[in-house]
């Protein structure tokens, strides 16, 4: 089965600062998606940014972008000038992208707090 | 678009008593999945469907626990009878597809107390 693991169960960091949120994973497929997502205190879960594993390149979504290592099973959360709007629990998840989705698995999470 | 909508937002309800979670997927997404987020254990799937069948039920915890789906807009998640160990957040999601390229879409959650 596979398993996310967050070995961070809290950051701080300065407004304005740059900070990055680990991530690793094990399976022993080789085509996935790997996902990070936002849970602020709304409690909505918001998409932030999606790898897939097939490729290289790391995403980029404005201030966020990953670092995705596939050999080390490591996708990483890279979040520049942080913004107290970024204040919120993130969960890295993982899903294997054959056929019969069987549900997204997520880790732990990391509490990211905003220090203004 | 108005996302996947879930109701109610919050429940109280007292131990023993019938518990009915509704979840409304976005349209034309065949797949909805139902999520439990607790402190101890994060976020784990209960159960998921496809075009409106369920497939695979085996993170349902017990017979007490019961989901639905009778037709593609609407869901839901029952439980009878209720226990304090019950209480979580409860999250609907959807997808448009298997593969989770698109990722998944979630309401609002619900967020369940028994007392």
């Known amino acids: 089965a596979q398993t996310v693991t967050q070995s961070q169960p809290e950051m701080s960091v300065q407004e304005a600062e740059t900070v990055t949120l680990s991530c690793t994973y094990d399976?022993?497929?080789?085509?996935?998606?790997l996902f990070w997502y936002k849970q602020p205190p709304s409690r909505q879960m918001i998409l932030v940014i999606r790898?897939?594993?097939?490729?290289?390149q790391n995403a980029t979504e404005n201030r966020f972008s990953v670092n995705f290592q596939k050999a080390a099973k490591s996708f990483s959360l890279k979040i520049s000038d942080s913004q107290l709007g970024d204040a919120a629990m993130y969960f890295c998840?993982?899903?294997?992208?054959?056929?019969?989705?069987?549900?997204?698995?997520f880790g732990k999470g990391t509490h990211l707090i905003i220090q203004p | 678009d108005a996302g996947v909508i879930q109701s109610p937002r919050h429940e109280v309800t007292e131990m023993g008593q019938e518990v009915t979670l509704r979840c409304k997927p976005i349209?034309?997404?065949?797949?909805l999945f139902w999520y439990r987020q607790t402190m101890m254990r994060g976020l784990e799937l209960l159960i998921y469907?496809?075009?409106?069948?369920?497939?695979?039920d085996s993170g349902m915890p017990e017979d007490r626990f019961s989901a639905k789906m009778p037709n593609a807009s609407f869901s839901t998640l029952k439980i009878q009878p209720s226990e304090p160990r019950d209480s979580a957040v409860y999250f609907c999601?959807?997808?448009?597809?298997?593969?989770?390229?698109?990722?998944?879409?979630f309401g609002s959650g619900t967020r369940l107390t028994v007392v």
């Open positions: 999601a959807s997808s448009p597809i298997s593969s989770g390229y698109y990722g998944y879409t």
């Open positions: 399976t022993s497929e080789s085509d996935y998606y």
């Open positions: 998840a993982y899903k294997w992208s054959g056929g019969g989705a069987d549900g997204l698995t």
């Open positions: 349209s034309g997404h065949d797949y």
């Open positions: 469907f496809n075009n409106n069948v369920p497939i695979d």
């Open positions: 790898q897939e594993a097939y490729k290289q």
